[in-house]
């Protein structure tokens, strides 16, 4: 009986140049996994081409000239699951913008957590009316709003209210 030689690839047997194929396809599909994974470095991480400047930040006088709107109530309700938000409209003309088909969220600024209101959730449609007044709830997940905390109230991506605390 005869013994076959093993075929050879750039002079080693069958069974190395097989293995070293397995371990060059794994390093591919390491290094490849680990680039998406890896967070980016250098002017990439500063943002996605065509951000959204941060939105200005106006006082409660200035939400109240430049608006219409006024903060009438900002408290933790239902014993702790809710935040209510009250704004009454002083110039439709001037809020009807700013609310556009969105409504406020809240931003606690100790934390960063932002709680928004459920689509389904407004009683009301946010379509202001001179004197009216606007009730937002919002459903106050894990606690992230307690009483004597600070909150932003933010109209979509261009307004934000200075802090105010919370009752």
Same mark, same amino acid.
């Given at each position: 009986?005869?013994?076959?030689?093993?075929?050879?690839?750039?002079?080693?047997?069958?069974?190395?140049?097989?293995?070293?194929?397995?371990?060059?396809?794994?390093?591919?599909?390491?290094?490849? =996994? &680990?680039?998406?994974? %890896? *967070?980016?470095?250098?002017?990439?991480?500063? @943002?996605? !081409?065509?951000?959204? $400047? +941060?939105?200005?930040?106006?006082?409660?006088?200035?939400?109240?000239?430049?608006?219409?709107?006024?903060?009438?109530?900002?408290?933790?309700?239902?014993?702790?699951?809710?935040?209510?938000?009250?704004?009454?409209?002083?110039?439709?003309?001037?809020?009807?913008? =700013? &609310?556009?088909?969105? %409504? *406020?969220?809240?931003?606690?600024?100790?934390? @960063?957590? !932002?709680?928004?209101? $459920? +689509?389904?959730?407004?009683?009301?449609?946010?379509?202001?009316?001179?004197?009216?007044?606007?009730?937002?709830?919002?459903?106050?997940?894990?606690?992230?709003?307690?009483?004597?905390?600070?909150?932003?109230?933010?109209?979509?991506?261009?307004?934000?209210?200075?802090? &105010?605390?919370?009752?």
């Amino acid at each position: 009986m005869r013994r076959e030689k093993p075929i050879t690839v750039a002079g080693l047997p069958e069974r190395r140049w097989r293995t070293l194929i397995i371990l060059a396809a794994a390093a591919v599909i390491v290094t490849t =996994l &680990l680039s998406a994974c %890896a *967070p980016s470095v250098g002017p990439a991480a500063a @943002g996605p !081409v065509g951000a959204q $400047p +941060a939105p200005s930040t106006v006082t409660t006088s200035q939400l109240e000239e430049r608006y219409g709107l006024r903060v009438s109530v900002l408290a933790v309700t239902a014993a702790g699951g809710m935040v209510d938000l009250r704004l009454k409209v002083i110039d439709a003309a001037k809020a009807g913008p =700013l &609310l556009g088909k969105q %409504a *406020p969220a809240l931003q606690v600024t100790d934390t @960063g957590a !932002v709680l928004k209101a $459920p +689509a389904d959730g407004l009683p009301q449609s946010l379509t202001p009316v001179d004197g009216r007044m606007l009730l937002v709830l919002f459903p106050n997940s894990g606690n992230a709003v307690k009483p004597g905390a600070k909150v932003a109230v933010t109209f979509g991506d261009s307004i934000r209210l200075e802090p &105010l605390v919370v009752e």
